[in-house]
């Protein structure tokens, strides 16, 4: 089968509207789970498909909420040059923002100044930051997800509302020419609070997210002032966004600007 009839057929079977494991595929396709694993990766470059743990699903699945495992088992080298180069943004002194998520948690293994104050929702962060005595993590408070493992809801929502920072660094699931957004409107409201919160808001994200819409919108395009995204985004998609005042930054697999 030559691979482009294989890459058809395994978007038909994603087409009917449910989630599909890489084992199923191998064993329809009669091929091996790492021909699989290429197939899905290769479409999930060009907005077909979403990666999921062991498997895909459709894009079209707006409520669908990945875990943070799956997350972290989905463009793994992506999100790792994407924190690299975010956290070269982050400035001795500044405060910041940061997200929970897959992505935002590699600003945080990379953070290079050794003066910040950092705010944020995920208590990851305090285990995976490199030890500087004068960085001062400050926890939203909150409701804990137990899949997202992020802390939202009113508290974490009030505690935003009363605090100004100079960047803030935002996860999301889905990017179009309207906005951004993700499947929960718990936390929706809470990357809201972020928003508002930031003198300057960056969204991170690998480029799956383009052209796909999750179920609520937590943004509109003109509220974030740049997204950091990954080297298999297109000039041609990159400038669609930058006609509409969006400024899009992708990188490299060394994590330097492209």
């Known amino acids: ?59 079209s699945l707006t409520n669908y909420e990945p875990s943070l495992t799956e997350k972290e ?22 405060t910041v923002i940061i997200d929970a998520g897959s992505t935002t948690i590699e600003i945080v293994r990379n953070i290079r100044v050794n003066k910040a104050v950092i705010v944020t929702n995920f208590l990851r962060v305090s285990l995976e930051m490199p030890y500087k005595s004068d960085i ?30 100079d960047k803030a660094f935002i996860g999301t699931n889905g990017i179009t020419l309207q906005g951004f957004s993700t499947p929960n409107t718990v936390e929706a409201a809470t990357k809201r609070a972020m928003v508002q919160a930031g003198e300057k808001v960056f969204v991170v994200a690998d480029s799956s997210k383009f052209n796909n819409e999750s179920f609520i919108r937590f943004a509109d395009i003109d509220e974030v002032d740049c997204v950091v995204t990954d080297w298999h985004l297109t000039r041609d998609q990159a400038e669609e966004f930058s006609d509409a005042g969006l400024e899009i930054i992708r990188v490299k697999e060394d994590g330097e600007r492209l």
């Open 73 to 94: 088992n989905s463009m793994v080298e992506e999100k790792k040059a994407i924190g690299k180069y975010a956290a070269s943004l982050i400035e001795e002194g500044d």
């Open 136 to 165: 001062e993590i400050i926890f939203t408070g909150g409701n804990f997800r137990f899949s997202t493992q992020a802390m939202v809801g009113p508290m974490a929502e009030r505690f935003l509302e009363r605090i100004r920072v």
């Open 1 to 59: 089968m030559l691979v482009g009839e294989r890459r058809r057929k395994i978007l038909e079977v994603l087409n009917s509207g449910k989630a599909v494991t890489v084992e199923e595929l191998s064993q329809a396709l009669d091929v091996s789970p790492s021909t699989v694993r290429r197939d899905l990766s290769f479409l999930q470059s060009k907005g077909l498909l979403l990666r999921t743990h062991g498997g895909a699903m459709p894009p």
